[in-house]
């Protein structure tokens, strides 16, 4: 049964990859991007490549389930603290106070929320398919537990950040990676996660949110880019999304 779920991960994950390197190979003869960028494109891809990996490796393996046996030894079998429920919204929080308090971004509020949204949705397809296709029991005896769907949303929000503003406020931008890092780690200590849930759940979200920024969909598209006084501010959760608007006179 494990062999079988982990074949079809590998399907779903080949699928993908063929997808995305299609998506890639079209907007580079487009664009036509120039050698450096295309490096910038591969190292890029190094980090979250090699956490879906070694998730892939250690899933449902005997270090994987001794690890957790070790770990809840440790805190007590009865810990349970829910700030991983909270701080996977941090990361979305700073991005829109970093824009209220007019710091530099790469985009214009609109195009962040488009690319937020549009990695959000895709992310969750991915992890929420990956969920229903393997039916991995949770350390708690839950279902679903492959990947961590707090994790890939976590991440996708914290590298959304990273894009924004890497460049103009390297430590807001690195901020979002520590509160992502924090809600997989407590996935794990309360028990709810495996550790390869949240190895795969991090890289999704990351390399998602990347190809995102990479291909910009609907670039030209953005009714509010010369409006200054009109902003929008999405709220994402694991089952809704909302928006809220705000105009300031």
């Given at each position: ?140 005896g839950g279902e ?82 010369n409006t200054k ?21």
């Open positions: 049964m494990v062999r079988n779920n982990l074949k079809e991960v590998m399907r779903v994950i080949y699928i993908t990859l063929i997808f995305i390197f299609s998506l890639c190979i079209v907007n580079a003869q487009t664009n036509k991007l120039d050698s450096i960028t295309t490096k910038q494109i591969i190292k890029k891809s190094i980090l979250p490549v090699t956490l879906i990996g070694a998730g892939l490796i250690i899933n449902n393996s005997e270090f994987e389930k001794n690890l957790q046996i070790d770990i809840r030894n440790k805190v007590g079998n009865d810990f349970v603290f829910h700030i991983d429920d909270y701080i996977q919204y941090i990361p979305i929080a700073e991005l829109y106070i970093a824009d209220i308090l007019k710091v530099k971004s790469k985009n214009h509020w609109f195009e962040q929320t488009k690319y937020l949204i549009i990695s959000n949705i895709i992310t969750s397809g991915i992890t929420h398919g990956l969920k229903n296709l393997t039916d991995k029991t949770r350390p708690n679903n537990s492959f990947p961590s769907g707090h994790t890939s949303f976590s991440f996708t929000n914290a590298t959304v950040l990273f894009n924004e503003f890497h460049k103009t406020a390297p430590l807001l931008a690195y901020s979002g990676y520590l509160f992502s890092t924090t809600t997989g780690v407590f996935r794990i200590l309360n028990n709810k996660h495996w550790l390869s849930d949240v190895l795969v759940g991090a890289g999704i979200g990351i390399i998602v949110t990347d190809i995102i920024y990479y291909i910009e969909p609907f670039k030209k598209f953005n009714p509010f880019k006084n009109i902003s929008f501010i999405p709220k994402i959760s694991n089952d809704r999304y909302e928006l809220y608007f705000s105009y300031k006179l």
